[in-house]
């Protein structure tokens, strides 16, 4: 039997900010090659912690307590720095929320998809530029000539989103983890991302951390499913399974509060509030103290 990719367990976090209140509690999952899980949940429950923390790149006012994240027989919380920024880009990337932000106003195309190719593969300027070249045409970018000569803002959000999604995949990582990819795309181009995000993963064979608040997108194109509040796993599984057959009431809550296709009429169903009051009630049960939601 072959050993997860990543495994994360214990994982425990505080916010320094906020006077030591808990913002990940005990968090586990295991994420085999090649699989998509996506991180669901509200707006604090944690899934961006998580991810950063996998990342290295969490802000100095969050804490990990305890806890540890194993990628290939290596703890990522316990590197050096520079071990880290190895596998960082390498092994591990990210696709980031907003093309608007990640991407250098200032530099061209070109320079912010070579750079990584010959800094860590050592391609020549002329052979990244022929990878660089590859990588627009694999995410469907018409005249990737022309757009490699660009700065950003000549580009649309979505010709942006594809230039990251490029980048993420540029160096063949075993793991890209994807922070909300398509939050600030518009319904169309937003399904147009997840189909390509997900033909490069399966054509790489690439495992994906698809953090998102929105079990539609979770639908389209995770093979499974952790869903957090307030930095604890409230349910996980298969996403067939958690989608058809939830166990948790949140779960079920959730699932009820999304708009029905198939009945265009009918009103949107807030999630009950006895069902906050029930989570406020784990929360407690499990670490003593009262929620920071």
Same mark, same amino acid.
């Given at each position: ?8 367990s ?34 604090g ?9 996998l990342?290295?790149? $969490? =802000? ?19 590197l ?15 696709? =980031?929320q ?7 106003p ?9 750079d990584?190719?010959? $800094? ?23 005249? =990737?000539e ?24 540029a $160096? ?8 909300? =990819?398509?939050?600030? $795309? ?23 951390i ?23 796993v ?19 809550a ?24 029930e ?6 049960l ?6 920071h939601?």
């Open positions: 039997m072959t050993k997860p990719l990543l495994s994360i214990g994982l425990s976090a505080v916010s320094d900010r906020d006077g030591g209140a808990p913002i990940l509690r005990d968090v586990a999952l295991t994420l085999e090659r090649g699989e998509v899980r996506g991180l669901v949940g509200e707006s429950a944690g899934k961006s912690t998580i991810a950063k923390a990342l290295g790149i $969490l =802000p100095r006012t969050v804490r990990v307590t305890g806890g540890f994240v194993n990628f290939e027989g290596r703890d990522l919380l316990r050096p720095q520079k071990a880290l920024r190895d596998i960082m880009g390498s092994e591990i990337s990210l696709i =980031p907003d093309p608007q932000t990640a991407l250098n200032g530099r061209r195309i070109e320079a912010q998809l070579t990584g190719l010959r $800094l860590k593969r050592g391609l020549s300027s002329r052979e990244a530029r022929a990878r660089a070249l590859t990588l627009l045409e694999e995410v469907h970018i018409r005249d =990737p022309r757009v490699l000569r660009c700065y950003p803002h000549e580009l649309s959000g979505g010709m942006r989103q594809r230039v990251l999604i490029a980048s993420a995949f $160096l063949e990582p075993k793991l890209v983890v994807a922070d909300e =990819p398509t939050t600030a $795309l518009d319904v169309t181009v937003q399904k147009q991302i997840l189909r390509l995000i997900r033909g490069l993963q399966e054509a790489h064979g690439t495992a994906v698809f953090v998102t608040h929105d079990l539609g997108v979770v639908a389209q194109i995770c093979d499974s499913v952790t869903l957090l509040y307030a930095g604890k409230i349910e996980e599984g298969r996403t067939s399974d958690v989608l058809s057959n939830p166990r948790h009431i949140y779960t079920k959730l699932i009820a509060a999304g708009p029905r296709y198939d009945r265009p009429d009918a009103g949107l169903t807030p999630v009950p509030s006895d069902v906050f009051d989570l406020r009630h784990e929360i407690r499990h670490d003593g103290s009262r929620p939601v």
